[in-house]
């Protein structure tokens, strides 16, 4: 076997190790920070110290759940559904860089790849809704679709403004060519983005399309046993994904002390800082209606991005 190969195949191996674990590290960080939030315990329990073990044993009661489809259902577009924004966000992470050399796949259009793929996987939300033979999840998944357009565009046009500043479609150039002044030059795209990518990822405040209050679970109504926890990883994976796309975008990834040796912690630490701010995104507010959502992107954050491209197309050509 060729070293090329190797390179290949342990990369490959490394980037799945990430996809599993680091999604359960901010799901059982958003029990404990939201139970502390709360002024409530949390899982304390399962595992011994702390309840560590939570999600482990939330994912062996999902198995041995029954698997069960709806009559009435697509079946084959029912099952595909889970997989497609696991894939989704899987291929995203793949070439997030932790370091200049550490990644899954160095891609020249990294920024435009992950952004396109993210977006695949909410798709998955709208085969789940519709194939479920379900008008709850029909209307859940309506919901969603109206929200990935309307988040969409926010979001790519705040990566467009990161693009431009660093004259570089790739997430590594875009990392290196950060500086401090991004803190308060990019500030308004990455306020935008985070917004957005909440949004996209249905988190609360964002959450009409799976509110249970109205819609049951929406997409996810008719889903059982590990169909659903897929649903469930995904949304972890997904907060993942975007805080660390985040933190290489608006902080400059591995910049920090000592960055030759502990430039992949500084990376997982600064997507870490956005993590806990979408969790603490859930536990402050309530749920908006549908019309304060959709107000919140064409009015709110539509403009705000355009600002924001109009500032760093300025900075670009006072500093050229």
């Not at 090329?4 to 920070?33: I, M």
């Not at 977006?119 to 109206?146: F, P, Q």
């Amino acid at each position: 076997m060729s070293h090329d190969v190797v390179e290949v195949v342990l990369r490959a191996v490394c980037v799945l190790a990430a996809f599993l674990v680091l999604p359960l590290v901010v799901g059982q960080t958003e029990h404990k920070v939201m139970a502390h939030m709360q002024g409530r315990l949390g899982p304390m329990y399962p595992g011994g110290f702390h309840g560590w073990a939570q999600l482990v044993a939330d994912g062996v009661k999902f198995a041995q759940k029954e698997d069960i489809v709806p009559i009435a259902a697509d079946k084959r577009v029912f099952r595909l559904a889970p997989a497609l924004g696991i894939v989704a966000y899987l291929l995203a992470l793949a070439v997030i860089p932790l370091d200049a050399h550490v990644f899954g796949a160095n891609v020249d259009d990294g920024l435009i790849w992950a952004i396109a793929v993210t977006g695949i996987g909410t798709v998955g939300t709208l085969m789940a809704g519709w194939s479920s033979g379900n008008k709850y999840a029909l209307i859940g998944a309506m919901r969603s679709a109206a929200q990935l357009l309307s988040y969409e565009l926010p979001l790519i046009l705040s990566c467009a403004s990161f693009a431009i500043a660093a004259g570089s479609l790739s997430l590594v150039g875009i990392a290196h060519a950060w500086t401090p002044w991004w803190l308060l030059w990019q500030l308004p795209g990455a306020i935008v983005f985070l917004v957005a990518a909440t949004a996209e990822l249905q988190r609360v405040p964002f959450d009409a399309p799976v509110a249970d209050s109205e819609v049951v679970m929406g997409p996810y109504t008719e889903y059982t046993g590990l169909r659903f926890a897929f649903f469930l990883l995904a949304e972890y994976a997904g907060i993942v994904v975007m805080s660390l796309l985040l933190a290489v975008l608006y902080l400059g990834g591995w910049t920090g002390p000592f960055d030759g040796y502990l430039g992949w912690l500084w990376t997982l630490l600064k997507g870490f800082l956005f993590a806990l701010i979408i969790i603490w995104m859930r536990v402050s507010w309530p749920r908006l209606r549908e019309d304060q959502l959709q107000r919140v992107a064409w009015l709110g954050l539509v403009p705000l991005a355009l600002l924001q491209l109009a500032i760093t197309a300025v900075g670009v050509v006072l500093t050229a």
